[in-house]
């Protein structure tokens, strides 16, 4: 069975400051990786996804994350982060083209100046 | 372009009320839907997807259930309200063959 760990619930950083939200998946077959960003009161938007082809994958507002196989990683970064990306982030995965994602709990984002 | 509509956004119901959640998408056809349930500090939990008019899988037994009378209308509806029901109630679609989900603005349900 399909299971996502994000190793930290919370985590508070300084604006301007780098910042990684871990993810890390459980999987017997290939695997779907999605980033989704939910501010608060609001829906899920999709930061970014991991497909096939090149493991580093870029999303908007300047994030960016590396699939890593060895490691059943999907590690989510961001080099200089702002006031306005505070919010939850969510890892999920999938196997399957149509089939419901597996969601990890989510990781609260605090950036404070 | 597509869009995906919930509401209400927010309501307050009484234990022991019914429940009647609509979602809609427009911009694409024979989409797949689903329902989820997002507690407090316990991440999404999927509740129903179906992939066409009238196909419902039900992924966790409870007191919800869902129906999908149009291929892009999906209504989650309970007879009887628990308080254990209250959250935030998101929809969201995918392409028949797609692999990315994307999700409607959520309704906030308290049950009191």
């Known amino acids: 069975a399909q299971s996502v760990t994000q190793l930290d619930s919370q985590v508070p950083v300084f604006e301007e400051a780098p910042v990684e939200l871990r993810c890390n998946y459980s999987?017997?077959?290939?695997?779907?990786l999605f980033w989704y960003v939910q501010y608060p009161n609001q829906g899920l938007q999709l930061l970014l996804k991991?497909?096939?082809?090149?493991?580093l994958v870029k999303g908007i507002n300047g994030f960016e994350a590396e699939f890593n196989k060895s490691q059943t990683s999907f590690h989510l970064r961001k080099p200089s982060v702002h006031i306005s990306d505070t919010a939850e982030y969510f890892c999920?995965?999938?196997?399957?083209?149509?089939?419901?994602?597996?969601f990890g709990k989510g990781t609260t984002l605090s950036v404070s100046s | 372009s597509q869009t995906i509509h919930q509401w209400p956004a927010t309501l307050v119901q009484p234990v022991g009320s019914p429940l009647s959640l609509e979602c809609t998408v427009e911009?694409?056809?024979?989409?797949?839907l689903y329902w989820y349930r997002q507690a407090a500090g316990r991440g999404l939990q999927l509740l129903f997807y179906s992939v066409g008019i009238g196909q419902i899988s039900s992924e966790v037994p409870q007191n919800l259930s869902a129906s999908r009378p149009q291929d892009r209308q999906f209504i989650l509806s309970s007879k009887k309200l628990l308080l254990s029901d209250s959250g935030f109630y998101l929809c969201?679609?995918?392409?028949?063959?797609?692999?990315?989900?994307?999700f409607g603005p959520g309704t906030r349900l308290l049950v009191l």
């Open positions: 911009g694409t056809s024979n989409p797949n």
């Open positions: 999920a995965v999938s196997h399957q083209a149509g089939t419901a994602l597996i």
């Open positions: 991991y497909l096939s082809g090149s493991t």
């Open positions: 969201a679609w995918t392409r028949n063959s797609g692999e990315t989900q994307y």
């Open positions: 999987s017997s077959v290939s695997v779907y």
